[in-house]
């Protein structure tokens, strides 16, 4: 009996946001590279098109997961959906009193606000799929307390949240799971560096693989296969899953 190989997405349509870069970057590359029509969804156009240009059965499709109008206008061009990706994401860096309320409000705005935007606006269209899921992209700071990450702490918590809720009200209905990485090598840690660590890099570096067990950073392209698994027929029973992908940070 031929078997099907595993993991396959033909037929489906995925959308990613944050597919400009980094983790989003290799998620599209690795819905794509398995049958997936994949929607590139980005707040940076350029980005989106440049991969989008550069990986198969892509498509650019520019979006700011703050603005509501923004995103429903997007997801009127899209006729059908299947998966959703919630990768958009920003950082910061700061205990509490480091933290300004603005600061604290522009990390909520983007990692909490946008998933619910981008999530309500999407989920007509999930609901028409005969196979819908969601993947939030959450953190290891969702999950434990990461020094200094005051803000960014608050707002994985509740995209954890977040998912266990939706796994709770559409169960059954949307398989909704949440990917918790580590430190991963993305242009996001580059900026991170270069903005808080410019002198010191290479020290800097070595402490942040230090706080991964085996000793070293993730990689983009590790996180993106947890999430092709999680989207394909393979991980069906796999619903409101927190999959930590850390290294072993969070196993100490
Ligand atoms: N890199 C890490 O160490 C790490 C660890 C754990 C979790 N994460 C999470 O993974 C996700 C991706 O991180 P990354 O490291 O690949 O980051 P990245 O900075 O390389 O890429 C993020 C992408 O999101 C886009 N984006 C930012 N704001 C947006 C908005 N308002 N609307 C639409 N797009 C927007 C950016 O333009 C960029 O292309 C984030 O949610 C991040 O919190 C990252």
Sequence with gaps: MAHKAPFRLDGRTALVTGGGSGIGEQTVRALAGNGARVLVGDLNAD?????????????????????????????????????????AGIGHVGMLEECTLDD??????????????????ALPLLTRSDRPCIVNIGSVAGLVGV?????????????????????????????????????VDTPFVEAYLEKYHKHEKAETRKQLDARQPI??????????????????DEAEFVHGSMMAIDGGWTAL
Excluded at 104 to 121: C, K, L, S
Excluded at 150 to 166: I, N, P, Q
Excluded at 215 to 232: F, Q
């Design 215 to 232: 000793g070293r950073l993730g990689k983009p392209g590790e996180i993106a296969h947890l999430v092709l698994y999680l989207c394909s």
């Design 47 to 87: 980005a989106a098109q440049a991969v989008a240009d550069g990986v198969a059965n892509t498509e650019p499709l520019p979006l700011d997961v703050t603005d509501p109008a923004g995103v429903q206008s997007a997801l009127e061009k899209v006729s059908s959906l299947d998966i959703l990706v919630n990768n």
């Design 147 to 183: 020094k200094r990450r005051f803000a960014y702490c608050a707002s994985k918590g509740a995209v954890v949240s977040m998912t266990r809720s939706l796994a709770a009200d559409y169960a059954g209905k949307i398989r909704v799971n949440c990917v918790c990485p580590g430190t």
């Design 104 to 121: 604290f409000r522009t990390v909520m705005r983007v990692n909490v606000e946008g998933m619910f935007i981008v999530t309500a606006a």
